[in-house]
Each structure stands twice: as structure tokens, then as C-alpha cells.
């Protein structure tokens, strides 16, 4: 257990970033994962200033690489590209 104050308070603080980082990375896979599933390339090109921005606040948040974050939009435009009208 720890002795300090400000330890217990640095316990209490980890423990809500952690769930906040969990709760924006969960929002952005399933954003992707809506992104993937659809059929339209209308709709797909609307919705991807969203899932990019989301994956750039990631980035600026430090939860995921900011590789990873351009590999995941390449694949993604790349998939929209490929999508009929």
C-alpha cells in the first residue's frame, strides 16, 4: 500500500486516465470498424475526416504510435478507394 499522499492520489489519478485512454481507444476501433462495414463510398468519404481525427487525437494523447495512426488512414483510404458508388 502506499505511504504517501501524494501516491494514493497518483493511484487514484492513474486509474481514471487509464479508463478514459481505454474509453477513446474503444470509440476509435469501433469508428473504424463502422468505416469498413459500409458499402457506400459516399458515406464512407464522409465519415472519414471523423475517424482520422479521432485517430490524431490519439496520437496527440500518446495512446497509440502516430505509425500506427497513419498506417491504420492509409489502409482505411485505401479501402474507400476501392469502394463502388
Known sequence: ????????????????????KKAQHKASRNAIKKLK????????????????????????????HANKSANIKSKLSKHISTLKK
Not at 52 to 58: E, G, I, V, Y
Open 37 to 64: 462495414d459500409l458499402k457506400s463510398k459516399k458515406a464512407a468519404e464522409k465519415l472519414f475526416p471523423n475517424v482520422a481525427s479521432m485517430l490524431d487525437k490519439l496520437v496527440k494523447n500518446n495512446i497509440i
Open 1 to 20: 500500500m502506499a505511504n504517501h499522499k501524494s501516491a494514493v492520489k497518483r493511484i487514484r489519478r492513474n486509474e481514471a486516465v487509464k479508463l478514459r
